[in-house]
């Protein structure tokens, strides 16, 4: 695979905002259009020319040198768990754009600029291979986030960009100094200054346990306010209530999606040891996360805050499959991943389409929409179904594979496999508890489409027909349904489709973190470790800070 | 430790090679062997695809505006031919089941130290006599469910019409997914599709809070059985490493817990196995309406009639039944899970009895009995007889669907009256007699009347009861809700149909005056399926007499079917109980899952065979309900026998009886206040600690937050006169900074740090 099709991921968005930002005001929409629907191209090429086969492998890699010294390069490569978020990325890229068309009205131009600049990044983060690009990306996503909620959002804008914005860069800058230990580590070991991840992650599980709890909750700090995971999850309601329907789709489809993709690829990889360590607490923090959110969902009035809300709750099965650290856990995460952009994005873009009609998200102001709006009624349930769990829609196999592994995690329950094959570090309470979850978001979801769809027809009193919009969902609004809807349906009838995918590197990462590379005596090894980072490296190094100083 | 009558009734599956091979020679004569899997012919994936199709195209009847009844005939043929299928697919099956693959689901394949394990869930179909027995009613009861609805629902053609049939159609598929589903996922599939259709079908009328309200609450509290089963699945696949009944059933590690538990010994038995089946038990509990989780059930009647009658009455209900049936071998591993069903369904029967006695609305009467009936059932398989639960489906699904069609229709012609204090001899008015004499054929069932396929297979059930070690109180519960039974469901049909003609219109009737008020009588459609279902009513006692297999020892057709699939199990106890009748010594002592076989117990009641005694005892029981419901209910001077009774609609003569009762009988019709209970002690402390939460998260947890984001201001704040623009200040306070840098170097050189 050729990475230039990586490349034009990254620049197509990029040259659009430029042409959208420097071009008029009334053509904003199309040509913002035309460049999400351009990269669908290379997307598809790359999903085309990809060698599942070899899914752990990163294909497509490219590297240029940065900054040499310091060991910073741009490389990026993708396999087969980045190749579908990224998919999943550009296939919601047209899909927000076209339900932006009347909702948005005044300063196009900026909105769809940051709109593409934000898709830039999000596929940077994804098909980083280098720590610092990664990084970049990582925090590149923030800004145009931020005015997206600050210059679009509702009233309450000011305070949930301001929040949203400071909180998870705190997070991540935490997760930064955590990350540079790493690579401090790992020069001190190979003598040389790298930022490449692959390197990172090979050398850093030799790192003292001590040292990895460390490192470990320096990047949980940033991922698990990006998940967000109880209880630092407080913005993400404001938030998404305020953002505009774009945004709250891309922050719930793709950005929340960069924390236990942060997990999965740096947490796991880097401090094996500590994370099967503090797996239990990262399960009991999940399963918190799951039953407190669900039933704070349960007393919303505010639809959008309820379902922005039950992602909290559902994220928490994303990150006990990754705790549950097994091949059933992190595929049904990974599998989790998807899924709930497709079925939670799809509920953000029906709020939004409603929101546009009525201008309210109380659901006492309006409901009983059956009678008016079939068509949006059939599809609200049909998302609503899929977010719950229903066989046959996407949200299932991945909820059946995080319990599955919640179990499994504790061996003594299976007495058909050996123990120790499956990891320790949950149980089956686990997957009981969380498992109240399946019951809580039937509750709450079901009681929301009952209001909002059901009973007889509320409408605000000054409410009066949309000048461009029709009653029901127009045609653009149908398209843009279409292909979350299909998608929700194949993967809920063809999870293998991403399960084969996603096999190969899921095997590899439980295998690399469930061997310990620690050396059998631990004390020893640390002294080891000290002398050798005192004295040795120094002169290997071409540390250039020290170089720099004098 | 495993005499011979025990061997002849052991699992036929135990045919496995690697099984128990000492044993092989005595069970050499049961009827098939379970354990050769073959794969079927494709056709058979018609029975699933076909109400599949039905569905789509009623969606695209509604997108392109049909307003006809095309989509009540699209899914009358579907499930038509699905029906027909079902038959070729009985008729061509040589005793072997088989799977048939439709296409792969999901399959999970772990590479671990311990060698590779797969997850494997396909969109598999697993075929045996189960299966058939199943999916011949349900495909059989749908088309002609789906015809009564096309004349019932033709009120509103058009888009509510495709939505009703659309749901419909999805049902019967959701049902095939379950009931043939190869493996426990799909099984589960096939669990959530239901009660998604059961959701949507209830919310029909989505105008009406009381529909709206009832559709969510069968769903949640569904839900929570299907925690249960979900989690009884995952462990399952924990446990044993397959989903698949084909491996499944035949794993060697299940066989030999099923060895211990039928001598009575579950200390061999790993404890999270014991659990599978008491998860699977809250699974069947939800679905089936069982106490305590009933209570969706009778609120489930705000749907269309054909939708209680097909969904809530015969097929998906049944659904915990099957379950049971299916994972028999399961429940025998756990020594508590088949007496708590027994004792559940033993409750539920009781209770709901006593509910449906004081109720005035006979929709609702009729849902309270489908829930005292479906206790029978779950009774019948607590005590060891799957077939006797499996039996009472069959005739169950016959003639409750039969009530309640008949119930549908008197609604529909009567502007929707359904109060039997409204309405009165409706024998006598012209055009309702095939509906008087259906309901007759229903209650006679219902009632247990002696040749009624209703008393047969109940009968079973209390029979098997008495001949169980510990069950005895359960058969006395049951002969007693029998006869409570046969009061109910008469007092419906004396009041309703027979005694002086009188009704009033219900509150659909949008006429200016009640008094012209013309009831209209069903159409052939309506009738037509009302009489074939009253023919098979009456016909489904037959099965009681035909289909019995000499090889296998098996008396009724029913058994056949259950006794050559993985529900074959026979009780020790009744076995014994047969032998003990001939000869009164004690041949076979020997040890049973609920302890040694006891010559005393088996004969609780006269010195015969419990079987045979049940009949009389049982018959007795019912005949006194309903000469009671006549006393009672019955209208004055009908047939010459009970002088003064009944004169009008509204009052009988129980009135002053239930009066003399204080608040009982009010406490009863307000459902002992069930409903509230829950209130009280779940849904508002829940509720309560949702709004403390949601209180927590705005001050504590985003309060803490907002604490952090104000320390950087406060220190600003603290900080901001140092910023004075005064040099000197600057000056101090760089030459402190350079002052705490070198002491930090100077410490790491101290230390020996750097180089």
């Known amino acids: 695979m050729n990475p230039i099709w990586t490349l034009l991921l990254i620049a197509l968005p990029l040259i659009g905002a430029l042409m959208v930002a420097f071009g008029r005001e009334d053509r904003a929409y199309g040509a913002a259009m035309r460049t999400m629907l351009v990269t669908l191209i290379p997307a598809a090429v790359m999903l085309w020319y990809f060698d599942f086969t070899l899914g752990a492998v990163h294909q497509g890699a490219a590297s240029v040198k940065w900054i040499p010294d310091l060991g910073i390069k741009l490389s990026i490569g993708t396999d087969a768990i980045s190749l579908l978020l990224i998919v999943l990325t550009v296939l919601l890229g047209p899909i927000v754009i076209a339900a932006s068309k009347t909702a948005i009205k005044e300063d196009r131009r900026k909105y769809y600029a940051w709109l593409l600049v934000l898709q830039a990044a999000m596929v940077g983060v994804f098909a980083a291979r280098d720590l610092m690009l990664f990084y970049i990306c990582f925090e590149f996503t923030l800004l145009p986030m931020f005015i997206l909620i600050r210059c679009y959002g509702s009233t309450n804008r000011v305070a949930a960009s301001t929040k949203f914005f400071l909180y998870t860069f705190t997070g991540s800058m935490m997760t930064l100094a955590g990350l540079i230990y790493v690579v401090y580590f790992v020069a001190q070991q190979t003598g040389t200054w790298t930022l490449d991840i692959a390197t990172l992650t090979a050398i850093a599980p030799r790192m003292p346990v001590e040292h990895q709890a460390w490192v470990l909750l320096a990047m949980l700090a940033g991922f698990a306010v990006k998940v967000p995971l109880f209880p630092f999850h407080t913005w993400l309601p404001l938030a998404h209530t305020e953002a505009p329907t774009a945004g709250s789709v891309i922050l719930a489809g793709v950005l929340l999606k960069l924390g236990t993709y942060g997990i999965l690829r740096f947490a796991i990889p880097i401090t094996p040891d500590a994370f099967i360590q503090y797996a239990p607490a990262l399960g009991v923090l999940s399963v918190i996360g799951i039953i407190y959110a669900g039933l704070i969902c349960w007393v919303q009035e505010d639809i959008k805050k309820l379902v922005a809300y039950s992602s909290v709750s559902h994220l928490g099965f994303c990150v006990l499959g990754l705790a549950a650290l097994n091949v059933s856990g992190l595929s049904g995460s990974v599998l989790y991943m998807l899924s709930h952009g497709l079925s939670t994005g799809g509920l953000f873009l029906m709020i939004g389409f409603m929101y546009e009609r009525y201008h309210t998200r109380d659901m006492r102001a309006v409901g009983g929409l059956a009678s008016k709006m079939p068509v949006w009624t059939f599809f609200m349930i049909f998302f609503t179904m899929a977010s719950v769990g229903l066989p046959g829609l996407n949200g299932f196999p991945s909820e059946v594979l995080c319990l599955i592994s919640a179990f499994q995690s504790d061996a003594s329950w299976s007495a058909a496999h050996e123990a120790g094959a499956w990891g320790t570090t949950l149980g089956p309470w686990f997957a009981v508890f969380a498992g109240t979850g399946m019951v809580i978001a039937a509750m709450y979801l079901l009681i929301m489409v009952g209001k909002i769809c059901f009973g007889p027809l509320r409408e605000p009193d000054d409410h009066h027909a949309h000048e461009e919009l029709p009653t029901d969902l127009s045609r653009r609004e149908i398209w843009t349904l279409i292909p979350l809807a299909v998608a929700c349906l194949v993967f809920g009838l063809k999870p293998n489709l991403l399960l084969d995918a996603i096999s190969d590197p899921i095997n590899q990462t439980v295998a690399a973190a469930t061997t310990s590379q620690q050396p059998p005596q631990p004390e020893h090894h640390i002294d080891q470790a000290e002398d050798h980072a005192m004295i040795e490296p120094t002169d290997t190094i071409s540390n250039p800070m020290t170089e720099a100083t004098p | ?755």
């Open chain 2, 1 to 755: 430790m495993i005499n011979t009558t025990f061997l002849t009734s052991t699992l036929a599956m135990l045919q496995d090679g690697h099984a128990v091979d000492t044993h092989a020679p005595a069970v050499t004569h049961a009827a098939t062997q379970i354990a050769e899997v073959g794969t079927g012919p494709k056709w058979i994936l018609l029975i699933i695809g076909l109400p599949f199709l039905t569905s789509i195209l009623c969606g695209i009847y509604a997108m392109i505006g049909n307003k006809t009844k095309l989509p009540a005939w699209t899914v009358v043929a579907g499930s038509g031919i699905a029906f027909l299928t079902t038959l070729a697919m009985y008729m061509s099956f040589d005793g072997t089941p088989y799977t048939v693959h439709a296409f792969d689901w999901i399959q999970v394949h772990f590479s671990s130290e311990g060698g590779d394990k797969s997850m494997i869930a396909n969109f598999s179909f697993y075929i045996d006599t189960l299966t058939i027995y199943w999916m011949l009613f349900v495909t059989g009861l749908a088309t002609l469910i789906a015809l009564y609805a096309s004349e019932y629902m033709s009120h509103d053609l058009g888009t509510s019409y495709c939505r009703f049939f659309g749901a419909f159609g999805l049902f019967v598929f959701s049902m095939a997914c379950l009931v043939m589903g190869d493996n426990l996922l799909m099984l589960y599939l096939g669990w959530e599709g239901v009660g998604l259709c059961s959701y949507l079908l209830i919310g029909y009328f989505y105008k009406k809070p009381e529909a709206v309200a009832a559709a969510k609450k069968a769903f949640i509290v569904n839900r929570i059985g299907d925690l249960g089963l979900a989690l009884g699945v995952y462990l399952t696949f924990v446990h044993f490493g397959s989903l698949e009944y084909a491996v499944l059933f035949n794993d060697p590690t299940l066989l030999g817990y099923i060895e211990s538990a039928k001598t009575g010994d579950f200390s061999a038995i790993p404890r999270m196995a014991q659990w599978i089946p008491l998860l699977f038990m809250v699974g069947a509990f939800g679905k089936s309406a069982q106490f305590p989780l009933y209570v969706w059930l009778p609120d489930a009647m705000e749907g269309p009639t054909p939708v209680s009658a097909l969904i809530h009455a015969a097929t998906m209900v049944t659904a915990g039944v099957y379950l049971i049936a299916r994972t028999y071998p399961m429940f025998l591993t756990s020594e508590y899970a088949l007496p708590i069903v027994a004792w559940v369904g033993t409750i539920t029967a009781l209770l709901s009895a006593t509910i449906a006695m004081a109720q005035f609305d006979i929709k609702r009467i009729m849902a309270y009995s489908t829930v005292s009936q479906l206790g029978y059932m779950f009774a019948g398989l607590g005590v060891l007889t799957p077939t006797g639960g499996v039996y009472h489906v069959l005739t169950h699904a016959f003639f409750k669907a039969l009530l309640f069609l008949c119930c549908g229709a008197v609604m529909h012609g009567f502007a929707g009256q359904l109060d039997l204090r409204k309405l009165s001899g409706l024998r006598s008015v012209k055009g309702w007699g095939i509906v008087t004499l259906g309901m007759f054929i229903g209650c006679i069932n219902l009632a247990g009347v002696p040749f009624t396929a209703g008393f047969f297979s109940k009968d079973t059930i209390i029979a098997e009861a008495f001949v169980t070690p510990g069950a005895s109180m359960i058969g006395w519960i049951l002969l007693f809700t029998a006869g409570l039974t046969a009061y109910y469901t008469f007092r419906v049909f004396f009041r309703v149909f027979t005694g002086p003609v009188e009704y009033h219109a219900g509150e659909e009737h949008h006429g200016d005056d009640g008094h012209d008020f013309h009831p209209h009588a069903p159409g052939w459609a309506v009738n037509s399926v009302l009489l074939t279902l009253t023919v098979c009513s009456i016909a489904a006692s037959g099965l009681y007499f035909v289909g019995g297999n000499k090889d296998t020892h098996t008396k009724h057709y029913a058994q056949t079917m259950v006794m050559a699939s993985t529900a074959n199990y026979e009780s020790p106890y009744s076995k014994h109980a047969i032998h003990a009748a001939h000869d009164s010594h004690d041949p076979n002592a020997g040890a049973g899952p609920r302890g040694t076989i006891d010559h005393e117990l088996s004969m609780p009641i006269i010195g015969g065979d419990p079987h045979k005694v049940m009949y009389y005892v049982s018959a007795v029981f019912g005949v006194v309900g309903i000469l009671l419901a006549a006393l009672l209910q019955g209208p004055k001077g009908w047939q010459g026998l009970f002088i003064g009774g009944r004169t009008n609609a509204a009052e009988c003569r129980m009135d002053p009886i239930a009066r003399m009762c204080g608040p009982i009988p009010k406490m009863a019709e307000n459902k002992w206040y069930v409903d509230e209970i829950y209130h009280m002690i779940l849904v508002t402390p829940l509720r309560i600690i949702s709004h403390i939460f949601h209180w927590i998260d705005k001050l504590l947890v985003d309060g803490l937050v907002n604490i952090f984001g104000f320390l950087p201001r406060l220190l600003a704040w603290i900080l901001k006169p140092s910023q004075s623009g005064v040099l000197q200040g600057y000056a101090v306070s760089m030459a402190g900074g350079v002052t705490i840098l070198l002491l930090v170097v100077f410490v790491i050189i101290l230390q020996g740090g750097v180089a």
